[in-house]
C-alpha cells in the first residue's frame, strides 16, 4: 500500500489560491488597458476640441463664445487628469497583482517539487520491493531446481 502525500492538501490550496490570483491579475490587467483607452479618447477629445477652438478664434469670436471653449478645454483637462490618476493607481495595482502571482506561483512550484520528490521516492521503494520479490522469486527456483 502507497503512502499518501502528506502536503496533498496544501498544494491543493496552493493550486486554488494560484487559481485565483490568475484570475485576479486578469481583471486588473482588462481594467489597466480600460482606463488607459479612456484616458487616450480623452486625450483625443481635448486636442480636437481645441484644434476646433483655435479655428473658431482664427475666425473671430466673441469674448462668451471663448470664455466657453475655454470652461470646456478646463473641464476636459480636469477630466484627463483624473483619469491619468486612474490610470497610474490601476498601473499599481497590477503590478501588485503581478508580483502576488509570483509569490503564488513560487510556492505553488515548491510544493509541486516536494510532491514530485514524494512520488519520485515512492516510484524507489516500488521498484525495489517488487525487484527483492522477483529475486525471491527466483532464488526459490534456483534452490528448487537444485533440489530435484
Not at 506561483?105 to 522477483?134: N, Y
Request: hydrophobic residues 30%; proline residues 1%; glycine residues 6%.
Amino acid at each position: 500500500m502507497s503512502e499518501k502525500f502528506t502536503l496533498q492538501p496544501l498544494l491543493d490550496l496552493a493550486n486554488a489560491r494560484m487559481d485565483e490570483v490568475t484570475r485576479q491579475l486578469g481583471e486588473l490587467i482588462a481594467s489597466e488597458r480600460s482606463g488607459q483607452q479612456k484616458l487616450e479618447l480623452l486625450q483625443c477629445y481635448r486636442s480636437e476640441y481645441s484644434e476646433r477652438f483655435m479655428e473658431a478664434a482664427r475666425g473671430g469670436m466673441g469674448a462668451e463664445a471663448m470664455r466657453n471653449y475655454s470652461n470646456f478645454l478646463g473641464r476636459i483637462d480636469e477630466a484627463v487628469a483624473a483619469q491619468q490618476q486612474i490610470v497610474e493607481q490601476s498601473r499599481q495595482h497590477t503590478s501588485q497583482g503581478q508580483q502576488q502571482w509570483v509569490e503564488q506561483h513560487t510556492r505553488v512550484r515548491a510544493f509541486d517539487t516536494l510532491s514530485q520528490r514524494f512520488q519520485d521516492e515512492q516510484t524507489r521503494k516500488t521498484l525495489r520491493q517488487e525487484q527483492r520479490i522477483s529475486d525471491e522469486h527466483a532464488s526459490r527456483l534456483w534452490v528448487g531446481r537444485d533440489e530435484k
